[in-house]
């Protein structure tokens, strides 16, 4: 398995998020801590000094980058990268989210810990330093390097049978691919593609401007397609995540959905389509592990 299937995808990002929510929003940062001065980039000029004292109004998430609205009309923006966690640590310490690779536990790479009104600490910890933290200002923020150019929200209303349809339909590139595109899907991963594709019945080879009319409008598959992305990204933050393998759900539970996999690791195995005599096999596309069913999809 390549080291790019390690990033978070967006279930865990948004059960980190939803496992935040409570804890966060609307607490006050009565201070802040940058035991390093940079993760993947510098972190923001004065990082301690400008989060003191400031409250956090509400915590969102765009594609696999979460999102903390503070007043002051400023945004802290935080992506977990391919080894960071966060673990809130109060009454009790606990891990928002679950993950299929393992993460750190406390020690040397907790390198930002915010300390709220109450006694609560939340701790940054990112051993690879892939991850980063930001903050601008929020009338900035769609136009941000990071954000410009995002493709729609898989969840969101703007994704549908239509869009696809038209991104498509000069996509002389490989289903698989185009759908980790985050200019045409925002948030999409490895593992949810895989899963998703075999679901629809699509080969992850297959062109993607295939599955679509030569005008551009949406076929069967394309529908299929959009409900299996859906399906998969639904059932996976109900279950609280799946490609971090030990970060925990609120509850202290560990997610599960990585035990429902359909195809995803599962190279060799026979395939799970009822009346299929398919084995699902492993490629490598653009550096990623890819695993699908070469007999039902196609």
Known sequence: MTLKDEMPE???????RRGLMPVLQGAVIES???RRPDLRWPLPENFAERLAGRRVEAI???????????????????????????????TETRRPGAFHYPRAAAGPHDHVVLHLA????????DPRRFGAILIVPYDRLESHPL?????????????HADYLA?????????????LLDQKLVAGLGNIYVCEALFRAGLSPRRLAHTIVTKDGKPT??????VTAIRD?????????????????????ELGYFQHTFRVYGREGEPCRTRHCKGIVQRIVQAGRSTFYCPVCQR
Request: hydrophobic residues 40%; glycine residues 14%.
């Open 10 to 16: 967006l279930p865990e990002v948004e059960t980190v």
């Open 32 to 34: 802040a801590e940058a």
């Open 60 to 90: 969102g998430r765009r594609a696999k980058y979460l999102l903390a609205d503070l007043d002051g009309g400023e945004v802290m923006i935080l992506h977990l990268g391919m080894s960071g966690s966060i673990r809130v640590e109060g």
């Open 118 to 125: 109450g006694g609560t600490t939340v701790t940054f910890n």
């Open 147 to 159: 954000l410009a150019g995002l493709g729609p929200e898989p969840l969101g209303n703007a994704f």
């Open 166 to 178: 038209s991104a498509f339909a000069r996509r002389n590139t490989a289903l698989k691919a185009a």
């Open 220 to 225: 069967p598959r394309v529908e299929r397609l």
């Open 232 to 252: 998969v990204l639904r059932e996976a933050i109900q279950a609280g995540g799946s490609s971090l393998r030990d970060h925990k759900q609120v509850s202290g």
